[in-house]
């Protein structure tokens, strides 16, 4: 048996315990855990889940958005309809008639050539004097986003990219 530091790869090889690379025996793992089945102690110590934060200085490409779109926001139980002037799949640009007042988060639904899309957006701050808001998507379905997605692809094609 190897000592476990002997600078293998540990990812690519079984574990030098002689188990399964899915379970670790109970001696290794101690009494720790007694109450639990012996089926229940097993783990999975080398492949965890990892999810990593995509840190990048590459914006979302944004797509100017022709004949003034318009957009529906839930705040607060209330409908409100702002024109969509720019679009991309991590947020936008809208124009409400008056302010917002103090809204920050609120639900999102718009129309796109490949079927309505929706999601949860989050207001970030607008100009001073201004009724022009960014936002920024904060939870879009697996549909949505592919819909969104396609739909900017397309505009991107005609020439509407930013």
């Not at 639900?107 to 022009?132: D, I, M, W």
């Not at 939870?139 to 819909?147: F, P, T, V």
């Amino acid at each position: 048996m190897r000592p476990r530091n002997s600078g293998t790869n540990l990812l690519s090889e079984k574990p030098e315990y002689g188990g399964s690379r899915w379970s670790m025996p109970c001696a290794v793992l101690g009494r720790g855990f007694s109450n639990l089945s012996r089926a229940a102690q097993r783990y999975d110590h080398l492949f965890m889940p990892h999810f990593p934060q995509t840190i990048t200085k590459t914006r979302s490409p944004r797509v100017r958005v022709p004949n003034n779109e318009s957009i529906r926001f839930n705040l607060g139980g209330h409908q409100v309809s702002a024109v969509l002037q720019k679009i991309s799949l991590t947020g936008g640009l809208a124009e409400f008639t008056s302010s917002i007042g103090s809204a920050t988060i609120a639900e999102a639904k718009v129309n796109t050539l490949s079927g309505p899309v929706s999601g949860l957006v989050e207001f970030l701050p607008a100009q001073v004097g201004s009724c022009t808001y960014p936002f920024r998507f904060i939870a879009l379905s697996d549909q949505d986003y592919e819909r969104l997605n396609s739909t900017l692809q397309y505009m991107q094609k005609q020439g509407f990219g930013d």
